[in-house]
Structure formats: structure tokens, C-alpha cells
């Protein structure tokens, strides 16, 4: 599975963004996509997570009410919509699949997912 990821930018405190994660190789009709980041200095971490079949989807409680994320079958895309963004959710963004269902204990563990994309930065200014 290939991942891009898309949709990072500068945005003003209080500002929105989407980001785009569009896969391609195989189906992922059985999987998990999340969303991580990684701010500079400090360790990723999950934002969110949407299971490909069924639409359960998961998210961290900094971002719970603030972030969407939800999936277009047709363009194998996951999108993460960001509203009310703050300077602390600065970082890099990334991806990732399984190609598995991800089990809910294990949907914060990086180690669960097996396929990344390549990174977006998201900067929020004060």
C-alpha cells in the first residue's frame, strides 16, 4: 500500500485545514487508517483512526470536537478535517494503514500500523 498524504500548510490560531491521505496498491476495505503527529522534540502520537469497514472511528481527547476524520470509498481517501486549530497542534502529520482491522486496544500504537506515508507539516500561528 502506497500512502500521500496532502493538505498541510500555515494557518492563523482558530483556522482550519483538511488533510488527505490517498492510498493506492491494494484495498484497504479490511483495514484501519490513522492519523499521527509529531511535534519537534517529542514523540508521535496519535490523532485519529477511522476502520475502513463499519466507519468506527477513534480520536485522541485534545482534538475530540475539533477534528473529523471520515473516508471516500470510491477514492480510497481518508480525510482529517481540523477546525479550531491551536499553536499545539503544530507538527508534522502522517498517515498510516493496516492492512487489518486494528484492534480499539491497540489503535494508539504506532507499531500497529505497517504501511506510512510521507509527512505534512501543520503550522498554527499564534
Do not use: H
Not at 514523540?43 to 473516508?71: H, K, L, P, Q
Amino acid at each position: 500500500v502506497q500512502l500521500q498524504a496532502s493538505g498541510g500548510g500555515l494557518v492563523q490560531a482558530g483556522g482550519s485545514l483538511r488533510l488527505s491521505c490517498a492510498a493506492s496498491g491494494r484495498t484497504l476495505s479490511s483495514g484501519t487508517v490513522g492519523w499521527f503527529r509529531q511535534a519537534p522534540g517529542r514523540e508521535r502520537e496519535f490523532v485519529s483512526a477511522i476502520r475502513w469497514s463499519g466507519g468506527n472511528t477513534f480520536y485522541t481527547d485534545s482534538v475530540r470536537g475539533r477534528f473529523t476524520i471520515s473516508r471516500d470509498n470510491a477514492k480510497m481517501t481518508v480525510y482529517l478535517q481540523m477546525n479550531s486549530l491551536t499553536p499545539e497542534d503544530t507538527a508534522v502529520y502522517y498517515c498510516a494503514a493496516s492492512g487489518l482491522r486494528v484492534i480499539t486496544s491497540n489503535i494508539k500504537n504506532v507499531n500497529a500500523y505497517n504501511y506510512w506515508g510521507q509527512g505534512t507539516q501543520v503550522t498554527v500561528s499564534s
